[in-house]
């Protein structure tokens, strides 16, 4: 076969965002952008890890959604010219990310390339990402990120060669060109994993005397996982996955875990006889909400519950060595670390932050408001892993409720009131300015009085990584308040149109008669002060957050 140098013109603004390239489909679709991007990716990693790229073997799959199997179809032939040794598949072009991690590591690869949008729609009219994840399984540090973007800007030609479509549904080997392609059932490794880490028996004996669980798989990725982990190997009841079949649209919906998005599933937790545990998990499969009867935990709760209840599991009986949550996170996480006598280290918003302090063995559960929970056992936020633990602790705690169990948290450690708020689709320039103007004022904030609450600190949130001394700054504008309350305002990185603010709201509770009720009521004095401080309404246009997590 041929090997084809084909000449291109940079695309501009193929810069990975919080977590890859996401664009719309559309522009994914424009003749070269994808090869663009594969291509600059293919220049950037070859010697990475003093890995050469000619002879690696690298994994590859995706969410499943629309034009997942086309672009993997592109991909194969370009590794192929580029002169990759293997390529290890997921059966049907699928692989959740949390698995590619997991395949990455455990086959012992260079790296590999994730296709996904995460919980964004998918469809021909919706989103589509791609993302290169390094040896050892997490995705790739900013400085690789930034070199794919450089290269990017100074492409020239892409290689590929003409061939026949891979057969993704086959399992087994065939080749392509010089290439190995080995196409793997994308379940197993995973599932072997889970049953090394939690305590199956213990689970499936609670499922067995009357625990029931519901996983809602929103048609994305997580249902063929959800079904052989918790119906075949647990022994839940056929149908205790919901939306189990993926989707290349997610059946119209917004693939999204959370208290709007995963609306079927909140009604069902909401009904007498609701199941003990209720979850969900996103596109890709790295997303997990949890809930119980009538109780919504939030990702900043649950690492702490997690975190407090690890040695419940057998992967965590030895305890944990640190934890680490990103910036806007809250600090319930903190208090358990505390108690512990672990570190807890405070990064940037972003899943690849934490890849050096796992590596490095300084921290064993991590943690994202963003509905991201996972541990050292892969290198990327793990949705379906959450919910096994969340069940593996419901087992051994046997007569205790999700409410019950967030009850006794709070009642030990105080509740960190938590709410975040999201301003969707705003104009860009319009989110910049407000940002731009509220980070202006962050030197004049401490001591004065807004909406009732005293300022103690305000700044541009930024890290230095403790392992590897990297920096990041413009991270996030933290305001805090005596009394411990705090706001932050961020930009999201994730979105494919206009621009996100997001304000993350929290105040501490320690008296436990005043934990009880809704965050947003139990907030609303912050909630009005954020909204006065930054000019929400006035520099968007916008009375109220389009989504409230
Ligand atoms: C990605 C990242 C997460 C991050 C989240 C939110 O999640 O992997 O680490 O917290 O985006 O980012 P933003 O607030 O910038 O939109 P996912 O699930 O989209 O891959």
Redesign the pocket.
Known sequence: MDILSVPTTPFEGQKP???GLRKKVKVFQQPHYLENFVQAVFDVIDGLDDLPLAGAALALGGDGRFFNRTAIQTILRMAAANGVGRMVVGQGGLLS?PAASCVIRKHGLKGGLILSA??NPGGPDEDFGIKYNIRNGG?APEAVTNAIHARTLEIESYRTLEAEAVDLDRLGTQTLGGMTVEVIDPVADYAALMESLFDFDAMRAALAQGRRVVFDAMHAITGPYAREILENRLGAPAGSVLNATPLEDFGGHHPDPNLAHAKELVAIMNRPDAPDLGAAS?G?G??NMILGPKAFVTPSDSLAVLAANAPLAPGYAKGIAGIAR?MPTSRAADRVAEALGVPCFETP????FFGTLLDAGKATLCG?E?F?TGSDHVRE?DGLWAVLFWLNILARRPGESVGDLLAAHWARFGRDVYARHDYEGLDSAAAQGLMDALKARLPGLPGQTIGGFTVAQADDFAYTDPVDGSTASGQGLRVMFKGGARMVF?L????TSGA?L?VYLERYEADPEAQRGDAQDLLADLIQAARELADIPGRTGRAAPDVIT
């Open positions: 965002g919080t977590s990310t995460s919980h995705p996103d890709d790295d997303r990103s918003t972003g899943w690849k994202e963003s991201g936020k961020r999201s990185g994730t979105g996100t997001r």
